[in-house]
């Protein structure tokens, strides 16, 4: 792998890998000594032009456990507050000897850019790039839901037969393209539920069927519900008349929670409004998925260096024979 932009472009043969490398690297993080000497003297940046606190950790734990060296770069604070563009920063990069960047970046489109542009000979992982995409968080949902469904028989397999409902911000959740293009590569049939107003406008060319009623998508029995968290931050509009209203119309409460089938299970990419998209209830119950996925997320995020770097330094070793 050169690097990791978008799910879209992921072959069923690929995905599948990512996922049963994942499920070595997890393998390891139940022993007494977590940390695999893999990537040592290799070099990592964490590049984010945005907050974050989940993916930043997850993404410096899987370089770390893979005994990676680690830097953390934020844009507050730094010169790019000064007016430093995405160029000059990815130069100063190359010139510390970067051998990936992790970026996490407010424009839809900067990881393509700063993979295609020249500026570092690094691979780029995008770790959420505008509205466009979520690669890594894709990859954890669809890992989680393998390993919920398959046990310990998941490994090669792929979601063939499973039903997966997204549920709330479609419209701004990056998490919610990248889930629909991996997910049906992956044989799962996906349904979105949102408002109307939540819906983005070219979702006719996507893999999904659209609905607007939660409680008519629960009734169909999906296997697994994901609900989005409401981007109050992305929003410029009223694109609900309330959060009450929202919360009672498409959140999912107690009463929804029961209505699902016994063995389907709940998602969420975090971090959650509790009381608005879902309930202390749902969250906290058996059937939520949200803590395994952010273990799983460490798992997956060390498959993804290992892939884009491990195999690098081999077909180096191997040229120098």
Do not use: C
């Amino acid at each position: 792998m050169r690097h990791l932009l978008d799910t879209k472009g992921l072959t069923p043969a690929e995905a599948v890998r990512i996922l049963d490398v994942a499920e070595d690297m997890a393998a390891t993080q139940h022993r007494e000594v977590r940390k695999l000497p893999t990537l040592r003297g290799k070099t990592v940046v964490n590049l984010f032009f945005e907050d974050s606190t989940r993916t930043r950790i997850s993404f410096e734990a899987a370089a770390k456990r893979l005994s990676a060296d680690v830097i953390n770069f934020s844009a507050k604070g730094s010169s790019v507050s000064k007016g430093e563009s995405l160029q000059d920063t990815a130069q100063t990069l190359q010139a510390m000897g970067a051998d990936a960047v992790v970026i996490r970046h407010g424009a839809s489109g900067a990881p393509q850019t700063l993979a295609e542009s020249g500026w570092i000979s690094a691979g780029v992982v995008n770790a959420g790039d505008g509205t466009h995409a979520h690669p890594t968080q894709a990859l954890l949902d669809a890992f989680t839901i393998r390993k919920r469904f398959f046990g310990d028989d998941s490994r090669g397999r792929d979601l063939s037969g499973l039903r997966v409902t997204i549920v709330g911000d479609i419209l701004h959740s990056r998490v919610a393209r990248s889930n629909v293009w991996l997910l049906t590569t992956l044989g799962a049939t996906v349904t979105l539920v949102a408002p109307p107003t939540l819906v983005p406008q070219d979702v006719s060319a996507w893999p999904v069927e659209v609905v607007y009623d939660l409680d008519d998508a629960i009734a169909a029995g999906p296997d697994a519900l994901m609900m989005l968290r409401i981007q109050l931050e992305r929003m410029n509009a009223a694109y609900f008349p309330t959060e009450r209203e929202y919360s009672r119309t498409w959140g999912l409460d107690a009463a929804r929670l029961a209505a699902l089938p016994a063995d389907s299970i709940v998602l969420h990419p975090g971090p959650m409004n509790r009381g608005m998209e879902i309930s202390a209830a749902a969250a906290d119950s058996p059937r939520s998925t949200v803590l395994e996925q952010v273990a799983n997320g460490v798992s997956v995020r060390m498959a993804v260096l290992y892939l884009l770097l491990a195999g690098e330094r081999t077909e180096a070793e191997e040229g120098g024979r």
